[in-house]
């Protein structure tokens, strides 16, 4: 799932409503097992395509209690798959790796850049199970061969995939927050003063996380950041008497009022880039006050 950021705050992706052209269902369970996962089928051969509907048609009619039911949405090209990656919502990608305008690993890694946080078992062929076997080293689920492919095992396949790859992602996210409270908790004691100082600072919170979040997407963008703007924020605090303890207790007070993120990419993004800005400005009101006191 891929959302980005935008000046204004965090964007929600869409997620697609009802049934569009091409997607497919499997069949109705009638055991109470109503679990729907949304797959991407990147496949360029229509004879491959079926195949795939044909498997898990077999398997998604409630024979089998433990498995899921299947909406497949195939595209053809790996562009196809990246432009929907960036507007609508799935549990996983089944992905070919060979593409009209894509071959071999390359193919799983652009899909893995846009979509880190989502579960990829790649299809390969007769030859191709050693590149299978190099993309889980990548970080692909699975790889399943197109030769020996049958219902069961695809969607055994897919559901445990999308089970691991909430799981890597939970974990990813807990170890995240840790590092980020004991983040917090040394700027906490770097910010430590008496009741009252500092206070003035604080009044520039609304302007620096914007300013933040503004850094965040420039970079991420390819842009040069804001850096005059970090400069202008820079000046406002040296007018204040802020000093580095004024800049850390401002940032802390951003980090804290950080919302909830909706991939652990956009978090991963935002703290590396929080960081950069808090160094830069620091750097910057060093300068303005060495400029002052040399002038």
Do not use: C
């Given at each position: 799932?891929?959302?980005?950021?935008?000046?204004?705050?965090?964007?929600?992706?869409?997620?697609?409503?009802?049934?569009?052209?091409?997607?497919?269902?499997?069949?109705?369970?009638?055991?109470?097992?109503?679990?729907?996962?949304?797959?991407?089928?990147?496949?360029?051969?229509?004879?491959?395509?079926?195949?795939?509907?044909?498997?898990?048609?077999?398997?998604?009619?409630?024979?089998?209690?433990?498995?899921?039911?299947?909406?497949?949405?195939?595209?053809?090209?790996?562009?196809?798959?990246?432009?929907?990656?960036?507007?609508?919502?799935?549990?996983?990608?089944?992905?070919?790796?060979?593409?009209?305008?894509?071959?071999?690993?390359?193919?799983?890694?652009?899909?893995?850049?846009?979509?880190?946080?989502?579960?990829?078992?790649?299809?390969?062929?007769?030859?191709?199970?050693?590149?299978?076997?190099?993309?889980?080293?990548?970080?692909?689920?699975?790889?399943?061969?197109?030769?020996?492919?049958?219902?069961?095992?695809?969607?055994?396949?897919?559901?445990?995939?999308?089970?691991?790859?909430?799981?890597?992602?939970?974990?990813?996210?807990?170890?995240?927050?840790?590092?980020?409270?004991?983040?917090?908790?040394?700027?906490?004691?770097?910010?430590?003063?008496?009741?009252?100082?500092?206070?003035?600072?604080?009044?520039?919170?609304?302007?620096?996380?914007?300013?933040?979040?503004?850094?965040?997407?420039?970079?991420?963008?390819?842009?040069?950041?804001?850096?005059?703007?970090?400069?202008?924020?820079?000046?406002?605090?040296?007018?204040?008497?802020?000093?580095?303890?004024?800049?850390?207790?401002?940032?802390?007070?951003?980090?804290?009022?950080?919302?909830?993120?909706?991939?652990?990419?956009?978090?991963?993004?935002?703290s590396q880039d929080a960081r950069l800005v808090l160094v830069e400005l620091l750097g910057h009101l060093t300068d303005l006050y060495r400029e002052r006191a040399q002038s």
């Open positions: 799932m891929h959302a980005s950021l935008h000046d204004g705050g965090i964007a929600t992706p869409h997620a697609s409503h009802g049934t569009s052209p091409g997607e497919f269902h499997g069949k109705p369970r009638s055991d109470g097992h109503d679990k729907l996962l949304r797959v991407l089928l990147v496949e360029d051969s229509e004879a491959d395509q079926v195949l795939v509907r044909e498997n898990a048609d077999s398997s998604g009619n409630g024979s089998i209690a433990h498995l899921p039911r299947l909406r497949l949405t195939p595209v053809g090209e790996l562009r196809q798959a990246i432009d929907l990656l960036s507007r609508e919502r799935f549990d996983a990608v089944l992905l070919d790796l060979n593409l009209p305008d894509s071959i071999g690993m390359e193919t799983f890694l652009r899909i893995h850049d846009r979509a880190p946080d989502l579960a990829i078992v790649v299809l390969t062929g007769l030859d191709d199970d050693a590149m299978g076997a190099d993309t889980i080293r990548h970080g692909a689920q699975d790889f399943l061969s197109k030769g020996s492919l049958d219902g069961p095992l695809l969607l055994r396949s897919l559901r445990y995939a999308v089970e691991r790859q909430r799981l890597i992602n939970e974990l990813d996210r807990t170890r995240r927050r840790r590092r980020q409270e004991q983040e917090i908790q040394s700027l906490e004691k770097l910010s430590h003063r008496t009741p009252g100082d500092g206070l003035r600072a604080l009044s520039l919170e609304r302007v620096y996380s914007e300013l933040v979040r503004h850094y965040v997407v420039t970079t991420r963008e390819g842009r040069d950041p804001p850096r005059e703007e970090v400069r202008n924020v820079a000046t406002r605090l040296m007018a204040m008497h802020a000093g580095a303890r004024d800049v850390v207790l401002l940032h802390l007070k951003m980090l804290r009022g950080t919302g909830h993120w909706t991939t652990t990419t956009e978090e991963r993004a935002f």
